[in-house]
Structure formats: structure tokens, C-alpha cells
């Protein structure tokens, strides 16, 4: 952690109202995190903010518990927010609606979210009567700016969370309109994990004169996390045998596990379950019914494993996850860092597990570059690989190297035996249609549908016609990608150790 003075700080020292400070001790906090630390003091000085830290480190209450202060003089007009927070996924909204719950308990404060999936009703009616806090993801604010039921000029602080997984999800050029319809003399508070050029770009563009404040990239959560990799095969039988395995030798409590892909989530769920073991998939196709109820249920400790994906894992909020499960060594090496981050948090120890595949030694070895450290690699201990015999519950097992158009879950057969998903799934087709291009390297992501579908309600969606789905982009990419060593081993498949990060 740094050495910033600000580190050894209390709340009461940062200059926060006693309503907040005591809605803070209610919350059991006891002393400020370093990005809370050394952020609070210029945001109620009124500075702009430009807040790197990794997930995990608190930046929500860096921004919700000044807030709240700052807003608590003056009231809201009708259809005029006083303040807009934008965030790229309607579950990070809905974590940062909690938190302004919690600390804003003292202080009457209003607020609206505006969030695909969810019905505009009631939160048209709270935005008609005015509200103090508007929370929203880009897509959906969009659709309501352009049906004139938003005006934007009185908006006297921007809150952008989480810059960079909006890059990824190819929601800047929206987040620019957007600003673009902000009064300029505003104050504004700007999140990202890391900071890629593009995000940077914007940074540059929306702020003035802030204060930086960066808080390191292996502090507070990745400190308490234990990091493992496990070597195995890479086809998909024996890899979810051995997922198995790995799961049975853990002290598992409650645990996401991440797939780089959403059809795999749902194949790798239904596996699981048919061997006995307690678990859902979250993932964008799912309405956002079935993904509140599957979160509500996880957070209640009614399901031990939560699949999902980066999109619908990103930013999760769920206290003492034990584990992390990475069923996939994900594609980008930032989403390794974020993906951990959800276990470790505030302080507690946590496990960080990931299966490795010969095929994944490029990704494997950028996350090495982006930790500036070597990964050991260890063999499940008394794991004996099954012949691929395709009778673990799932689809029948296919070498990686095949067209993946035959590994499509609408497959014949593999929707079959007596699983149904457990969420209805919307009509995925099309969804992803109308995103603006994200950068290059995201093509392999899962996009997150719920912009995407109210802008086609917004009737923008003409350049998308006749493109061909996203997934199958993907598939032909994703074929690019994949390495393979023959009988050339890398030296990192053959270490023997276990690592501690300590
Ligand atoms: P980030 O946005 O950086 O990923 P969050 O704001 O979601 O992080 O906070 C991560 C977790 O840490 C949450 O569970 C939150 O309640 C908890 N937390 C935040 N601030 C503190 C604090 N000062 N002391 C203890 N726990 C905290
Ligand atoms: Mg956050």
C-alpha cells in the first residue's frame, strides 16, 4: 500500500457531516480505505478526481460519502438530477443504489436508476418529481435524454465508474454524448481500474485540474488473495473433470467461477449440477428477472458457485467470497486482475484458482506481465485425467481445434437430457447489434445487452443490418487465438510449485 499519511487517517478526519460519519460506523467500517482516504477531502473541496484503483478498494464510498454531504444543501427540480453517476452494468447500479442507501440513511436524499432490463414506470415518475442522484448506465440514459424525459443542465457532479470496463463494452462514444449534454462547470469524479489510451483520452477531456490519486495495482485485495494455477487438459470433458476435482479439494464456501464465454457458463452450470453440486450461471442473456433473483440467491447462500461471465461477474459486490474459480484463463490479462477481485475483499482471505490449459500460454503469460511475476503452474494433486468419454453431464467432449460453430449450445443434443437452463434466456440474436466498435482485443468478451436493446427502441440501430451475430465473430477470432506447443513444453508448464502471494 502507499505511503500516503492519508493511509493512517480515520473517518473523522476527512471532513465528512456526523449524519455520514454515522451511517459509516453503522456500516461497521473502521477506518477508511486509501483511495477513500485521500479522495473524500478534495471531493468535498469540490476538485475533480481521477481515481485509479483496482476493484475492491472502496472507490464507491470514495464518491457516495462526499456526495452525499455535497448535495445535502439544495433540492432537486423536476426532471433535472443534480447529480448523474455512469456506470457500465445495471448490477454495478444497483451496488451503487445500495450504497447510497446505506450511508445516505441520515440524509434525505433522492434517487433514480436507470438500468436496461428494468421497467422505466417508476423510476420516470421518482425522475418527474426530481431527484438528487441519478444512477445509469449509458445506453438507457440515452433513450430517455432523447424522449426529452431527462434534462441534463443541472447537473452539478459526474461520477464515471469503472472508465475502463465502459471502453470495453463500447460504450464510450456514448459516454461522450452524454457529457456533451453536461453543463461544463460541474465537478467530475472519474473510476478506472487501468488506464488503456482511450480512457486516458477522455480523462484528459472531462476533467479539470484533478487531483490523481492512484492507489497501487497488488495492494489491499490482491494481498489477501492466494493465487494457484493448475495444470490440465484442454478438452472439455476432462477439463470439467478436473474442475471437479479441484473443487472437491477446496474448502469452498461460496465461489464465482468465471468462463470466458457465455455458452460455457450455461454448459459448465448444468454439468455441475447433475454432480450434485450447488450452483447457478449469470450471464447477459439471462433476463434480468432470472439474474437478480440468481444474485439475491447466491448473496443469501442459497447457491455455493455462481458461473458467470466477465461481464455479469464484473464489479459483484458479495461479502467473504472464499474463492475464485477461473475455469478459464480469460482472454485479457485485466480481467484477471478484476476477476480476483472479487475475492479478498476489504481485508479477508480468499483463493484465487485457475485451470490452465497448454493452449492458454500466451494469456498466461500476460497476466505474468501485466503482475510483473512468473506463475508457477502445479498438477492437480492425485488427479487422474478420465479418457474423454463425454458422460460427465454436458456435451459431448470435441477437441479444441474444431470449428466451435458445432460447439453452439443450440446444438442438437446439448440442450437435451433433463436440464433445462435454469433462466429463460431472451432472444440473444441481434442483441449485440448497434454497439459501437469496441477496441480490437474485446472481440472474445461478452457484451452486455442491456444498452444495446434500448437503443435499438431508440431506433439507431440501422448500421448494425445484415452483421453477422457477435458470437460468431467471436468464434472465428477466438480460433486465431488459440496457441499450441506440440512437444515444445514452456518451462512455466513444468514448474512443480505452488505460489503464496505474500
Ligand atoms: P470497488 O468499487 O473499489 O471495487 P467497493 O466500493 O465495491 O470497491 O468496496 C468493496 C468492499 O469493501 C465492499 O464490500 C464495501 O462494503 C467494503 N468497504 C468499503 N469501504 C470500506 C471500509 N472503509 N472498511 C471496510 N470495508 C469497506
Ligand atoms: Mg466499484
Known sequence: ???????????????????????????????????????????????????????????????????????????????????????????????????FQIYGKYNKLTMALLIGGESFGPQIEKLDRGVDVLIATPGRLIDHFERGRILLTDVKILVIDEADRMLDMGFIPDVERIVGFLPRIRQTLFFSATFPPEVKRLADKFLMNPKEITVSRMSSAAETVEHSFFRCSGRDAEKRAAFRALLGSEDVKNALVFCNRKRDVDVLAKSLRRHGFSVAPLHGDMAQSARTETLEAFKAGKITYLVATDVAGRGLDIQGMSHVFNFDVPFHAEDYVHRIGRTGRAGAKGRAI????????????????????????????????????????????????????????????????????????????DENAGVAQPREPVAAREHDDSDQKSRRSGGRDSRSRGKPRRERQDDSREEDKVVAFGDHMPAFLSREVRIRND
Open 1 to 99: 500500500m502507499s505511503e500516503n499519511p492519508a493511509d493512517s487517517a480515520t473517518f473523522d478526519a476527512l471532513g465528512l457531516s456526523s449524519n455520514v460519519l454515522k451511517a459509516v460506523v453503522d456500516a461497521g467500517y473502521q477506518k477508511p480505505t486509501p483511495i477513500q482516504a485521500q479522495a473524500i477531502p478534495f471531493v468535498l473541496m469540490g476538485r475533480d478526481i481521477l481515481g485509479s484503483a483496482q476493484t475492491g478498494t472502496g472507490k464507491t464510498a470514495s464518491f457516495t460519502l462526499p456526495m452525499i454531504d455535497i448535495l445535502a444543501q439544495g433540492r432537486a427540480r423536476a426532471r433535472m438530477p443534480r447529480s448523474l453517476i455512469l456506470t457500465p452494468t445495471r448490477e454495478l447500479a444497483a451496488q451503487i443504489a445500495e450504497n
Open 354 to 429: 485457475t485451470l490452465a490449459t497448454p493452449d492458454d500460454a500466451k494469456f498466461i503469460a500476460a497476466i505474468e506481465r501485466l503482475l510483473g511475476k512468473t506463475i508457477p503452474i502445479t498438477t492437480i494433486e492425485g488427479f487422474v485425467s478420465p479418457q474423454a468419454t463425454g458422460d460427465d453431464g454436458a456435451r459431448p467432449d470435441r477437441s479444441r481445434g474444431r470449428s466451435r460453430k458445432s460447439r453452439e449450445p443450440s446444438g442438437r443434443g446439448e440442450r437435451s437430457r433433463n436440464d433445462r437452463p435454469a433462466a429463460p434466456a431472451e432472444p440473444a440474436a
